[in-house]
């Protein structure tokens, strides 16, 4: 049975921080790269960030020195550092694990980050 848990979501300030994590069991990150998605109330789902196999990352343009995704294989797990967070942050966020060889991905339940005063 393969599960994707991410939890660290919560209600927050504007300019606040807040770190989630995405810990996998029945499958192995270390061969994948992951990512994170985001979805807003209304909106479709959007990629915020990606990290390889390697370590290398990419981030959409709004959260660019903002958010930082990193990746810790020997507890399967990755995570995303969200500093300076703005109220159009808030959205339910999204692990996924994009398997190698064809064989589809992976996503977790989703965690809601709120950012409010």
């Known amino acids: 049975q393969v599960q994707l848990a991410e939890s660290g979501g919560g209600l927050v300030q504007p300019g606040g921080s807040l770190r989630l994590s995405c810990a996998a069991r029945?499958?192995?990150?270390?061969?994948?790269?992951i990512d994170w998605y985001r979805q807003a109330p209304g909106k479709q789902r959007e990629l915020v960030a990606t990290?390889?196999?390697?370590?290398?990352?990419n981030y959409k343009d709004s959260v660019k020195g903002r958010f930082t995704i990193s990746r810790d294989d020997a507890k399967n797990t990755v995570y995303l550092q969200m500093n300076s967070l703005k109220p159009e942050d808030t959205a339910v966020y999204y692990c996924?694990?994009?398997?190698?060889?064809?064989?589809?991905?992976?996503w977790g339940q989703g965690t809601q980050v709120t950012v409010s005063s």
């Open positions: 029945g499958t192995c990150f270390s061969l994948s790269t």
């Open positions: 996924k694990q994009n398997r190698p060889g064809g064989l589809g991905s992976y």
């Open positions: 990290i390889t196999r390697f370590g290398d990352t």
